[in-house]
């Protein structure tokens, strides 16, 4: 699979252009719908499966199981320039999180997080990924000494996420810190089907998410990042450059696309034309 998927990196031929790969895992705590698999992996045995991925680009992993081997493999993403990504850990500690930032500060890196505010904790005592992700500016503390505000994923199909947690989370972080994704991966066909990894998982009724068949367990969504973008400028009120920005702009810069996310000289002219309505008139892609 991942032999054939290199073969398809940067192809600008066929429409949409798969430009790398962010691996949720393995290591990770807490795998809400991801199939659960080994996360004991040595040193020795993660640097053969960072050797094995094409075009690596970014991993979520796992802080809490990072602070019990001295943050070893997080510094080894670093040393290859692989964006980690903190995520899928419910009960990490505050020390925990800090040690990776502090990993990070080392080599003069910034950290990101996985769908903030999913498979992640936010507590008012007892400081969570959702805290440190929320947060434009760390406290003037000797802990968080020398570290920086991690950039941000969120989950944009309002299934993921209440409406009402985006609207905070957009006017808590800046628009040059958050990237929505869409976790898309089925089309919003109600009662549809497919087999993933030997498990069941099927579009909900609403035709908005999809689940694990049988159960409320969200496996991804159904959305589209014109809807997203719709949702963000009619519904927040967010300006029509920064909803732009977090959609296109940020997430290339954060896992370090070069030629996209911008209209400038030089860069890949991949433009939509939209109505009045902000709704996607016209594609137009490479034009020069």
């Known amino acids: 699979c991942l032999s054939l998927l290199a073969l398809c990196f940067g192809d600008t031929k066929r429409g949409a252009v798969l430009e790398g790969i962010h691996a949720e895992g393995p290591i990770i705590n807490d795998w809400g719908a991801l199939p659960k698999i080994p996360t004991d992996i040595s040193l020795r045995d993660f ?9 690596l680009r970014m991993m979520t992993i796992s802080p809490q199981l990072e602070a019990k ?37 080392l080599h003069k890196r910034r950290l990101h997080i996985t769908h903030c505010f999913n498979v992640s904790s936010f507590h008012h005592r007892e400081p969570g990924l959702v805290n440190f992700g929320l947060a434009a500016e760390f406290p003037h503390l000797d802990e968080y000494a020398g570290i920086q505000p991690p950039t941000i994923e969120l989950v944009g199909d309002l299934e ?29 066909v109600q009662g549809r089907k497919v087999m993933y990894n030997g498990r069941h998982l099927e579009v909900s009724s609403t035709a908005k998410r999809v689940v694990l068949s049988g159960t409320e367990t969200l496996a ?69």
């Open 160 to 188: 993921h996420i209440h409406p009402l947690t985006l609207a905070c989370a957009v006017r808590a972080r800046s628009a040059a810190d958050i990237a929505f994704v869409t976790d898309a991966v089925q089309e919003p």
């Open 220 to 288: 991804g969504s159904c959305t589209s990042l014109i809807k997203t973008f719709e949702f963000l400028v009619n519904k927040l009120r967010v300006p029509i450059g920064s909803a732009v920005r977090m959609l296109s702009e940020t997430p290339a810069r954060i896992v370090g696309l070069d030629g996209v996310g911008k209209i400038a000289v030089g860069q890949r002219a991949n433009l939509l034309c939209l109505d009045s309505r902000l709704s996607c008139r016209k594609p137009l892609s490479r034009v020069t």
């Open 47 to 55: 640097d053969h499966l960072l050797n094995s991925i094409p075009r």
């Open 69 to 105: 081997i001295g943050y070893k493999r997080l510094e080894a993403l670093l040393m290859r320039n692989i964006l980690p990504a903190l995520g899928h850990d419910k009960t990490a500690k505050e020390s925990d999180i800090l040690g990776a930032f502090k990993t990070a500060s």
